[in-house]
């Protein structure tokens, strides 16, 4: 059983770009959250993707969005970055279908906008 | 709307000494809770969890945490403290059904020799 994976792991970006951050959830995970975590703080929730559809967000603008693939990765695109930007993106995936709501997070991709 | 509460930024504890990390919660229904910890620059690893029945919960590295309804609370907690625990802890909030969480500030927990 494989376990959370994002990519890439660092990331460098300039101020007005787009970025585009990839998870694959764990074996048997329909659900994939994002989050997002700046320096000395802790996450805090940005979108969730169930079975393709969002469902779920948190107070984040319209140039974050997502998209869930059929087999439950999903991709994190935020469009014209701003320095507030740079911060460590976690994905949790998680088995919505249980009674159980455990996420289980991979290791980020940290992203720094110059 | 839900929030968590960790009032310590900072805890320095000597190795062998007994820690207690502090975790209160607002949530207007049944709470699931969740203790994660994060080394540096790595992503989140959970340590136990409670959803309902038996209010001390048992996880994993040795540590525990207690629910106390009544004082809104979700304190962890370890008897003896190891150097590689250092780390910060960061406490969290879920509803039944739905695997979004809250978290809190986050604790960074400095081992001493």
């Known amino acids: 059983e494989t376990g959370v994976t994002q990519s890439p792991t660092h990331l460098i970006k300039t101020r007005g770009q787009q970025v585009t951050l990839r998870c694959s959830s764990q074996?048997?995970?329909?659900?994939v959250s994002w989050y997002q975590q700046a320096l000395g703080q802790g996450p805090q929730f940005i979108f969730q993707y169930y079975r393709e559809e969002e469902n779920g967000r948190g107070n984040f603008p319209p140039r974050f969005s997502g998209l869930q693939f059929p087999n439950y990765s999903s991709e994190l695109n935020v469009n014209a970055l701003e320095l507030d930007d740079s911060a460590l993106y976690l994905c949790a995936s998680s088995p919505m279908d249980s009674s159980n709501t455990e996420a289980f997070f991979g290791q980020g991709t940290r992203l720094t906008v110059v | 709307a839900q929030s968590v509460t960790q009032p310590d930024i900072h805890i320095t504890v000597s190795e062998g000494a007994s820690l207690e990390l502090r975790c209160n919660y607002s949530?207007?229904?049944?709470?699931?809770l969740f203790w994660y910890v994060q080394s540096p620059g790595q992503g989140l690893q959970l340590l136990l969890k409670y959803f309902s029945g038996d209010t001390l919960v048992q996880g994993i590295k040795g540590f525990e945490a207690e629910f106390k309804r009544s004082q809104s609370s979700f304190n962890l907690r370890k008897p003896s403290v190891h150097w590689s625990d250092a780390a910060e802890y960061f406490c969290?909030?879920?509803?039944?059904?739905?695997?979004?969480?809250?978290f809190g500030k986050g604790t960074m927990l400095l081992v001493s020799p």
């Open positions: 949530y207007g229904a049944t709470p699931y």
């Open positions: 074996s048997g995970h329909n659900t």
């Open positions: 969290a909030v879920g509803a039944q059904g739905y695997s979004t969480l809250t």
